[in-house]
């Protein structure tokens, strides 16, 4: 399999900058409109990644999967 680097990144939301909880390549940031967050880089393989590019990091796919068990 193939190396990726994915990073945290900012979309702007009516005037404000959230932080979205997956990350994406740069390009897809890019695409996206969105800033990368500095420091957030993390090299993953790409069959990690989501049919849409997302990845989410590991502590948020036990959130999903806390969320989705209640």
């Not at 997956?22 to 996206?32: A, F, N, P, V, Y």
């Not at 993953?44 to 989501?50: A, C, G, I, K, Q």
């Amino acid at each position: 399999m193939r190396a990726v680097t994915v990073y945290g990144f900012l979309i702007d939301d009516q005037g404000k900058q959230i932080q979205i909880p997956s990350k994406r390549t740069i390009k897809d940031i890019e695409q996206l409109g969105g800033v990368v967050v500095a420091g957030s880089a993390e090299t993953v393989d790409e069959s990690e990644l989501r049919e849409d590019g997302r990845y989410l990091p590991k502590h948020e796919k036990v959130e999903a999967a806390d969320k989705a068990a209640h």
